[in-house]
């Protein structure tokens, strides 16, 4: 499905609807629309997969970032003092939570983490406003598989002086990320996991 921009209707914007029930429900169908894919793929980690998820297919559609933008707010702390995630994969959504977290008058700042240290200017790590030492950050990822990557912006986090003790991801892949994270210390939330996106792809491809 290639994505064309059109002027919609205000029906037509499913992004915007208050349920948000009804929201993830819209989010999941783009998922089996435009990111999963099946076929014989080599994951980042390593593995080898009879599927394969691109969620910036997703992560950068506009009505994409605005539900992602909006159910992930809906996940956080009441406390949470920023969000953080490990560049690219994150990019779009840490963005798309800060975003909407204005409009709903509770301003949650984005943090991008670097994969190698700045190599001019200031030569960071980390991407974003400067926060109170100790400040409570959640670490948001697109896929988890092993838990490995957005391991590396919780690290890098904890290094600076931040507080984390949360993971969320849209999608776990189940296949290792959890137990890792629980192992870790770490609180772990996922919006859908492999089975749901499964499950509605193949109602989608068979409808």
């Not at 783009?30 to 076929?39: M, R």
């Not at 997703?58 to 970032?65: F, N, Y």
């Not at 605005?66 to 702390?77: N, T």
């Amino acid at each position: 499905m290639t994505y064309q921009a059109e002027i919609k209707t205000q029906s037509d914007i499913w992004a915007t609807i208050t349920d948000l029930v009804i929201l993830r429900q819209h989010l999941l169908d783009l998922f089996c629309q435009l990111a999963y894919k099946e076929g014989d793929f080599v994951l980042t980690s390593g593995q080898r997969s009879s599927y394969y998820i691109n969620g910036k297919q997703v992560t950068l559609h506009p009505q994409g970032a605005l539900a992602i933008g909006r159910i992930l707010l809906s996940m956080m702390p009441l406390d949470t003092q920023a969000v953080a995630g490990l560049t690219l994969g994150a990019d779009p959504i840490v963005s798309a939570v800060s975003v909407v977290s204005a409009y709903e008058n509770r301003p949650i700042p984005a943090l991008i983490i670097r994969k190698e240290a700045k190599g001019h200017g200031t030569r960071a790590y980390i991407e974003g406003p400067s926060l109170p030492e100790g400040a409570k950050v959640v670490v948001l990822e697109d896929v988890v598989t092993t838990g490995q990557s957005a391991m590396k912006a919780v690290d890098r986090l904890r290094e600076a002086g931040y507080t984390v003790t949360e993971v969320i991801s849209l999608i776990d892949r189940q296949q290792g990320g959890a137990e890792f994270y629980q192992q870790a210390g770490l609180q772990f939330e996922a919006v859908y996991t492999i089975q749901e996106i499964q499950k509605q792809y193949q109602q989608f491809i068979n409808s």
